[in-house]
């Protein structure tokens, strides 16, 4: 199993940006889709954006689009969500999330790798 190792978390104020970035142990048609998810205390885990296929497809959560992007580099083995303008809603532990199964990534059932995660904390 692909093991996944995210690191760039930390404090931002809001309005900012900030990068995190997912090291992945092996790059395999397991990865078809990678995606970031964030959690908070008492509350599920949600999906945040997703990349698939090599990079042709991407999906974002209807809150981060056209403020997130999720580019990877396969040379690396790495995946990144850049965060631009975040805000306090944005406050989470983000992980990173591989081994997709379908039909829907937002979905973390479908996800079989997890990294460990690491917290953001946007301020105002």
């Known amino acids: 199993q692909v093991r996944l190792v995210e690191s760039g978390g930390g404090s931002v104020q809001a309005g900012g940006s900030l990068r995190l970035s997912c090291a992945a142990s092996e790059w395999t048609d397991d990865n078809s889709c990678m995606a970031w998810f964030r959690q908070t205390p008492g509350k599920e885990r949600e999906g945040v954006a997703a990349?698939?296929?090599?990079?042709?497809?991407?999906y974002y959560a209807d809150s981060v689009k056209a403020r997130f992007t999720i580019p990877q580099d396969s040379a690396k083995k790495k995946m990144y969500l850049q965060m631009n303008s975040p805000n306090a809603e944005d406050t989470a532990m983000y992980y990173c999330a591989a081994g997709y199964s379908g039909p829907r990534w937002s979905r973390k059932e479908n996800f079989r790798g997890w990294g460990q995660g690491t917290q953001v904390t946007v301020s105002l």
């Open positions: 990349v698939c296929f090599g990079g042709s497809t991407t």
